[in-house]
């Protein structure tokens, strides 16, 4: 992340509410097969959570969580309506390039991750921007899921419950 003053200022949560909601499909840059990877975690949950369709943009794996992986964002079958970002910030200058390509309609950088530069650019382009914010953790907070283990556990209460 760079250390440069952040000027930029990000959608409203119902504005991100918004573009969770409008959205049907989510493309992952940087989805990972490995379990302890975040990209994974978020990739997990938004299969098994919601009504998204999913590809993942990996040009090393062969498939990811049962489903085939993309090279690059200009091999999807369709326009994602979210471009979901797992990179290093040297990288977000060229995923900003392939998602206006490939004609997204959200560039979302997830936790972590501000790019000035490509946030301009990117609105630029006619995209929403989305930095700096979990897809997953924002999904699970408009939803009802958020829990501290990142799980819904079904009780309403606010004593912190015991899971076995």
Known sequence: ??????????????????LLREAKS???????????RASYFVATYLQSSTRYKLYFVNPVAEEILGQPTYASLADL???PDIV??????????????????????????????WHEEVAAGAEA????VVMDRCVKIEH?????GLHLAGFDTGVISSK???LA
């Open 77 to 79: 079958p369709e326009s």
């Open 84 to 113: 979901d970002v797992f990179r290093k910030h040297d990288d977000l200058p060229g995923v900003l390039d392939e998602a206006v390509d490939a004609g997204a309609s959200t560039l979302w950088l997830q936790l972590g991750s």
């Open 140 to 144: 699970a907070r408009f939803h009802g």
């Open 125 to 128: 382009a006619g995209l929403n």
């Open 26 to 36: 989510i493309a992952i840059v940087g989805a990972s097969d490995k379990p302890s």
């Open 1 to 18: 992340m760079s250390t440069a003053e952040r000027t930029w200022t990000g959608p409203s949560a119902p504005e991100r509410l918004s």
């Open 160 to 162: 912190r419950q015991v």
